[in-house]
Structure formats: C-alpha cells, structure tokens
C-alpha cells in the first residue's frame, strides 16, 4: 500500500466515522458485498465502547510529558508508541483534531531517541528493549501515510537531539533495516530481547513481526526472506494441537502467544497453512470455553481481539461483547487501566490504558493495521 492511498484510507476511514457517531441508521452496503454491513462499513460504535474510549484518552493525554513520552512503569519508544496508536485509532484527524500535538509531540520524542546509526529503536538495552523496538516500529508504521510531518520538527533546534530533522519515513525505515539485520544474525530468523539475540520467542517476536508487516503494508521495503524465516519459525512453534509455544519447544504456551501466532500468520496472508488452521481452532475454542485469561490479561485482550478479527469476524463478534462488558468493569474513574500482569502495576497504567483501549479500537477499523 503506497503512502498516498494509506492516506486515503484514513481519510476515508474519517469520514465514515463522523456519520457513524452523529447518525441513527445503519449504513447498507450494497448488492453482492462479500461481508456484511458491521464488518466492512461499520456500524455505529458501541456507545460504551466510545465512552470508556474517550476517558482512557483524557487519561493518556493528562499524563504525557513535556517531551512527548509517557514515563510511567515502563517507558521508552514502545510505550509511547502504544499510547500515539490509541490516539491514531480513535478516528479523529491525527493532522487537524483535537490529539495532533500530542501525536506529534509523540513522535518527536520516539524518533529523537532512535539510534541514527542501527535504526534501534530500544533505548536501553534490557529485558524490553526489542518489544520497544518492535512497538516503537509498528507505531511509526501506523503514522506513516497518516501524520503530515511537514511542520514536525518546527521551532525544534537542532540541539535538543540527533534525530531533530528526521522525516517518519526515515525512522521507520532505519527501524525495519535494524530488525532485518536481527533476524539475519539470529539461527531462528526471529527475535529476542536485543537486537544480538541468538535465541528466540513468539512474543517478542510477535512486537516485531507486526511492526515489519506494518512498514511493508505502508510502503516500505522489508525482505521477502525476513518475514518468510520468522513465519517458518511460528509455524515450527505451533504445536499438533493448535497451542504455540514460547521458546524453545513447540505447544504448551499461553493464550497470549498462540494469539500473536494467528494474527502474525494472517497479516503476513499465510492462512493457508495448517499451523494456522490449528491455532485459529485452538484460540477459538479457548474464547469460548473460558471466562478468565490465562498470564498476562490485557496484554493476551489486545491480542486476542486482532487474532479473533482477522481470522473470525463472527468469533470476534461473539467475545468482543464479552470483552467490552469486562473492560467496562474495570476502568478506573480517571479512565486508566490496570491489570497487565497482576504484579502491583510493575509496568504501568499506561501500558495498560493503551493495550486496554487497542483492544476495544478493532471496534473502530481505522489503523490500517486493523483491516482485514
């Protein structure tokens, strides 16, 4: 997809938006559409859906820093790349509404703190430095097309960082080179927690798949053999019974990562495999059959919600009403989230504000990485 008609989608996408939220009848597709009218127009959005939205969006915009960043619990491009996601998602125009100092403040800061010489967009390298990579790069790939950034470095000096003057486009192919010189060096074509990894796994692999898939979608260049080795290696970690593992060994891993696994499998357009007949089987029958989610809930919601949309709208329909009702009942009165992990908050509301609200914006379609 050319940047030209990314933003033509969004634009689009905008429009549709507006009539959606200020009109009573539902829009009617016409003769012969292969989906129905919810699906590929979209109805009006859930009035709980756009309120919980909205106040999550308060939340967010209250507790971004002057520098663009959200710095609370975990921080780094990854994180704040989350929460930019949420305001791209909410159908406002990122150019002329209401959130476009945010988003660009947002994107000021993730891309001053890329290296200019690898493209790593981790900060530090820790246990999260390639899920900051991997976030931070889907993130750019989603404003890509979507954020004018003529005007994005006005009356910033050059002093105040080394990527000052750096295009979108530029970050976020110095972003893909560096996840493509990872997986070359890496003996699975997948990744770990930093770029020199000789080990892999499906979760973070699965931050980083959907960031390259994101920059190949938008335009931009990505090896055919970077994202044939990293597909080959889910399907090596997708056991007989559907279930993917974490690393290591095939089968036996959350609801998480066999979630990561059907929605990797479907943008990368490789339903025809058996490993993802197999773990689109195994998700589905696992939303039916459990109320709770097993290991790291918001975390396995913001997941599940995509995997279930691209590979069944009706099974997405179904848990999405599910997912909505819980959220509901969760939400803070600031409008925050929490819940990532059940460790005490260890990584922070707005980790899980936005992959909360992430979550609930498949109800919206309008990121691209949202269509189907």
């Known amino acids: 997809m050319t940047r030209r008609i990314q933003s033509t989608c969004i634009a689009t996408a905008l429009v549709v938006m507006l009539v959606a939220r200020h009109a009573a009848a539902q829009p009617v597709a016409p003769a012969g559409a292969a989906v129905g009218p919810v699906v590929k127009y979209g109805d009006p959005v859930p009035r709980d859906v756009r309120e919980m939205y909205d106040a999550g969006i308060r939340f967010l915009l209250a507790t971004q820093d002057a520098s663009g960043a959200w710095t609370d619990g975990q921080a780094g491009p990854g994180v704040t790349g989350m929460a930019m996601m949420v305001l791209l998602a909410s159908g406002e125009d990122p150019n002329h509404g209401p959130y476009r100092d945010a988003i660009r403040r947002a994107l000021r800061s993730m891309i001053v703190g890329q290296d200019g010489s690898t493209g790593f967009l981790g900060g530090s390298r820790g246990h999260d430095s390639m899920y900051q990579h991997g976030f931070g790069m889907l993130a750019l790939a989603e404003a890509y097309g979507a954020v ?159 995997a279930l949309f691209q590979g069944d709208v009706e099974a997405w329909e179904a848990w999405n009403a599910g997912l909505i009702r819980e959220l509901k009942s969760m939400q803070s009165r600031d409008g925050s989230f929490s819940g990532f992990a059940g460790r005490g908050g260890a990584y922070g509301a707005t980790v899980d504000t936005s992959l909360a609200l992430l979550a609930l914006a498949v109800n919206f379609k309008f990121l691209p990485v949202y269509e189907r």
């Not at 003996?187 to 990894?197: D, F, I, M, Q, T």
């Not at 959907?210 to 055919?224: H, K, Q, S, Y």
């Not at 970690?237 to 990562?257: E, I, K, R």
């Open 148 to 306: 004018d950034d003529r005007g994005l470095w006005q009356g910033v000096a050059a002093t105040d960082g080394p990527g000052v003057g750096r295009s979108i486009g530029q970050a976020l192919e110095l972003a893909v080179r560096c996840a493509v010189t990872a997986a070359r060096s890496n003996p699975h074509g997948a990744w770990r927690y930093s770029p020199e990894a000789r080990d892999a796994d499906t979760s973070v692999s699965g931050a980083v798949m959907m960031g390259l898939l994101a920059a190949r979608n938008a335009g931009i260049e990505v090896p055919d053999e970077t994202i044939s080795r990293a597909v080959q290696y889910y399907v090596a970690m997708t056991g007989d019974n559907g279930q993917a593992g974490y690393s290591g060994s095939a089968g036996g891993g959350s609801d998480a990562v066999t979630s990561i696994t059907v929605l990797v499998l479907a943008i990368a357009r490789q339903q025809e495999l058996p490993a993802y007949r197999r773990a689109l089987d195994y998700l589905e029958a696992r939303s039916r059959e459990t109320s709770g989610i097993d290991g790291y809930p918001t975390y396995t919601r913001y997941y599940r919600a995509q």
